[in-house]
Every structure is written in structure tokens, then in C-alpha cells.
């Protein structure tokens, strides 16, 4: 199986980010700020205007997640920052003082690639970057492989194979999963 390479999304790589969203089949009308656009933001919904948000907070150094990288080129992308940095998710409202959680709010590869393990690369990926950052636990809201709707979030089994428990859901479609990342766990083991 292939391995890709991770980078943060960060003043050096947007154009490697701005490339893989755009291309075909790339979700340049979301711009991924579907989870973080302000009230101000939110009322602007065309591509032009969620890139030029996304631009912001890259050139504000606000964490907003990782490419993955196959010989150098980006096919994959992760949003994953602290749960701070999104609108509400719908995760749990209670957190313990010493939590210091990140959310994994999308996941994408292009077509082409899908199919071939990068989703679970991608995710241990995501868990790495976060706890380097200092967080202790991961949260996503994924749904069932059925679901017609909020694919992007991945799906229950591939976070529950990483090592996520369910502990709630959101609506009628999204799960709540987390990962404790204060207890050490092995790359290989997720």
C-alpha cells in the first residue's frame, strides 16, 4: 500500500490546498467552512468568498488542518483543529477542565484514490498533528456507511477501527466519537 505524506495547511502550503480543492471533484464551493464561517460568513455562500475566509485564517496561523501527499502530490485533506476554532459541532457540552479537544470536522480524497486505506492513514494522521498541538482528545462526527447525507465526516467503522468510541450522536445521522489521546497509543495500533 502506498503512504502519503502529511503537512499542516500553513502559509507555505495553500497553494498545494488551494490546487487540491479546486481541481475536479474538489469541494471548492464549501472551502471547508461549512463548521467554521461566522454569522457574517455563513450569509456569503459562494466559493469566492468561503476561499478568501479559508485564506484568512491560514494567513492568521489558526490551525485548520493536513494534505496528504502521494509523491508529492496533494490528494487528501483533513480538517482537524481545536473544537474552539469550529460553530458548534454538536459534540459533547460537558468537558472536563483537563480536555483539550480538537475536532476532525471533514475528510476528502480525490476520486481517483479512494478506496486504497488513505482514510485511515489520513485519520492517524490528523491524531498525530493534533496531539503535537497539545491535544488530549480527538472528537468527529461521522455517520453510518448508508447515510445520504454528511458523508464527508467519514463513516462510524473506520473511526471505531482507529480507536474512537461512540459516546453520543447529533441529530438523526451523526455519531459522536472520540479518542483519548492521554493514554498512549501506538501509530500502528490505530
Known amino acids: 500500500m502506498d503512504q502519503l505524506d502529511f ?4 502559509h507555505e502550503s495553500w497553494s498545494d490546498f488551494a490546487s487540491l480543492f479546486e481541481s475536479r471533484g474538489g469541494p471548492k464551493s464549501c472551502w471547508c467552512m461549512a463548521w467554521r464561517a461566522s454569522p457574517a460568513e455563513a450569509k456569503q455562500r459562494d466559493g469566492h468568498s468561503r476561499r478568501a475566509a479559508m485564506k484568512s ?3 492568521d496561523s489558526v490551525p485548520v488542518g493536513i494534505l496528504g501527499y502521494l509523491h508529492s502530490v496533494p490528494i487528501a485533506w483533513c480538517s482537524i483543529a481545536p473544537r474552539f476554532t469550529y460553530r458548534k459541532l454538536g ?3 460537558e468537558a472536563s ?3 483539550r479537544i480538537w475536532s476532525l470536522a ?3 480524497i480525490k476520486r481517483e484514490f479512494r478506496g486504497r486505506g488513505f482514510t485511515g492513514q489520513l485519520i492517524g494522521a490528523a491524531v498525530d498533528h493534533a496531539a503535537k498541538r497539545g491535544a488530549n482528545v480527538i472528537e468527529a ?3 453510518d456507511p448508508e447515510s445520504p447525507s454528511y458523508r464527508f465526516m467519514g463513516f462510524v467503522n473506520v473511526f471505531a477501527a482507529a480507536g474512537f468510541r ?3 450522536a447529533v441529530g438523526q445521522r451523526r455519531h459522536i466519537v472520540r479518542l483519548d489521546i492521554s493514554d498512549p497509543v501506538k501509530p500502528e495500533d490505530r
Open 97 to 99: 477542565a483537563h480536555e
Open 91 to 93: 459534540g459533547l457540552k
Open 141 to 143: 462526527y461521522p455517520v
Open 166 to 168: 461512540v459516546v453520543g
Open 106 to 108: 471533514c475528510l476528502f
Open 7 to 10: 503537512h499542516e495547511v500553513d
Open 57 to 59: 485564517r491560514v494567513d
